[in-house]
């Protein structure tokens, strides 16, 4: 699959992420929110990351780890955001939508239909 479309342009600035009923629907746009590669690349890191703390805190016993996988996750995410995208994460205004989005695409990265 090709990188989406550009966020910078003006319809994609003026979007309100309430406005999707459901998440089938907002997913396109997640992707357009992450047309950088470099982005994608941080998003794919952050996230597997924060699947390794949370088997080390299933192995371990210690939930803390679960704590730190989600700090790695958003960190790497939202440095991609500000750092090569240039836009504000969705999970400000759709924070369960963009959860799921950030693992669909995580899996999409996997099946070879988002590029890296």
């Avoid at 990188?3 to 319809?11: D, L, R």
């Avoid at 992420?17 to 952050?46: D, K």
């Avoid at 371990?60 to 958003?74: A, D, K, R, T, V």
Wanted: net charge positive.
């Amino acid at each position: 699959m090709s990188p989406p479309s550009t966020p910078s342009q003006p319809s994609q600035a003026a979007v309100d992420t309430r406005q999707f009923q459901s998440f089938a629907a907002f997913y396109p746009f997640y992707l357009s929110e992450h047309s950088n590669r470099n982005c994608r690349r941080l998003h794919f890191v952050g996230s597997s990351l924060g699947l390794l703390c949370l088997a080390w805190a299933v192995i371990s016993g210690q939930p803390g780890w679960i704590g730190l996988g989600l700090l790695l996750g958003y960190a790497f995410a939202w440095a991609g955001h500000f750092g090569f995208e240039k836009n504000k994460p969705a999970s400000f205004k759709r924070p369960l939508y963009s959860f799921l989005g950030d693992w669909k695409m995580y899996a999409d990265i996997w099946r070879g239909r988002v590029s890296l």
